[in-house]
């Protein structure tokens, strides 16, 4: 099974608009990462968070975390065409990285 | 610096056959993590190499197997393919926790 479910599965957005997504997970972790997939190749790191931070910023990317609630979440601002693709959170517990199915994000011109 | 990289990018075989994909780290790298990933899901995780030893294995059967190199290259190996066995393969190679991935491997089984 897998640690991480992000949600929605799905998301259409006209450009220029902002997307979210969010991850929940269900053991502790030391920290959790985002991910790209563009038409299923390969993986381009995002952003990671460490346990101990609630907030982090990447360019048009903010990442949130609350341990408490066991979920985080992504949102890319001022969405692009270029920002079509499959978003997954994979949460780090040494020595692997547990993902969820991920989110599918399509960006319309 | 050339990131991952992994060989070769598709490859098509018949059930029952033997497979090896390849994998070179990112330069520096020391640990090479091998990943699954079926159409539509999430990347399931394989196995991880450090120091040429198999350091964790996710819930994958003997069928796979693998080895890493004295350069920390490394190998996946399937045998007796399975249909099932269809996805992408994605190799991740990574220094103080932070993984980079490379294109991954297309295999097809029919």
């Known amino acids: 099974s897998q640690q991480g479910e992000e949600d929605p599965q799905a998301l259409s957005i006209q450009e220029g608009e902002n997307a979210t997504m969010n991850c929940s997970y269900k053991?502790?972790?030391?920290?959790l990462q985002w991910y790209r997939q563009n038409s299923g190749r390969g993986l381009v790191h995002l952003i990671l968070?460490?346990?101990?931070?609630r907030e982090k910023h990447s360019g048009r990317l903010r990442v949130t975390l609350d341990t408490s609630k066991k979920s985080s979440s992504l949102l890319i601002t001022a969405s692009r065409a270029a920002d079509t693709a499959s978003y997954f959170c994979?949460?780090?517990?040494?020595?692997?990285?547990?993902f969820g199915a991920g989110t599918t994000v399509t960006v319309r011109a | 610096d050339a990131g991952v990289t992994q060989s070769p990018t598709h490859l098509i075989k018949t059930r029952g056959q033997q497979v090896t994909l390849r994998c070179s780290p990112k330069?520096?790298?020391?640990?090479v993590s091998w990943y699954q990933q079926a159409l539509g899901q999430g990347p399931q995780f394989i196995f991880q190499y450090y120091e040429e030893e198999e350091r964790q294995r996710g819930n994958f059967p003997d069928r796979f197997s693998g080895h890493q190199f004295p350069n920390y290259s490394s190998e996946l190996n399937v045998n007796a393919l399975l249909l099932g066995d269809s996805a992408l393969y994605l190799c991740?190679?990574?220094?103080?926790?932070?993984?980079?991935f490379g294109q991954g491997t297309r295999l097809t089984v029919v």
């Open positions: 994979a949460t780090d517990v040494p020595p692997k990285l547990s």
């Open positions: 330069s520096g790298h020391d640990t």
């Open positions: 968070i460490r346990s101990n931070e």
């Open positions: 991740a190679s990574s220094l103080a926790g932070l993984a980079f």
């Open positions: 053991t502790s972790i030391n920290n």
